[in-house]
Nanobody, 120 residues
Framework: QIQLVESGGGSVQAGGSLRLSCAAS????????VGWFRQAPGKERESVAA????????YFADSVKGRFTISRDNTKNTLYLQMNSLKPEDTAVYYC?????????????WGQGTLVTVSS
């Protein structure tokens, strides 16, 4: 089964930027829709952004539209999340995930997560 490893989390001040990466273990990465989810303390995990297998279709949560960009490089088996204009409410553990419908976003494969902390 494909494995996913996130990197790029950290601490940043409000208004700053971070870029998350997710490296997949297998070339079958290009077969999957993939995306980013996050879970803030005391809250349920939510879908943030997703991209289909070819990169031709994307989804963004309303809360991040215009600030976050999702992209993928199938030649490197890597998914990215560019986060700009970060807000304290973006603080969460961010998870990379794979194998879901873009319309449904219930993944079967998860990474271990990377923490993003945004201070005011």
């Amino acid at each position: 089964q494909i494995q996913l490893v996130e990197s790029g989390g950290g601490s940043v001040q409000a208004g700053g930027s971070l870029r998350l990466s997710c490296a997949a273990s297998e070339n079958t990465f290009s077969d999957y829709n993939v995306g980013w989810f996050r879970q803030a303390p005391g809250k349920e995990r939510e879908s943030v952004a997703a991209i289909n297998w070819s990169g031709s279709r994307t989804y963004f949560a309303d809360s991040v539209k215009g600030r976050f960009t999702i992209s993928r490089d199938n030649t490197k088996n890597t998914l990215y999340l560019q986060m700009n204009s970060l807000k304290p409410e973006d603080t969460a553990v961010y998870y990379c995930a794979a194998d879901f419908l873009l319309s449904d976003r219930r993944p079967t494969v998860w990474g271990q997560g990377t923490l993003v902390t945004v201070s005011s």
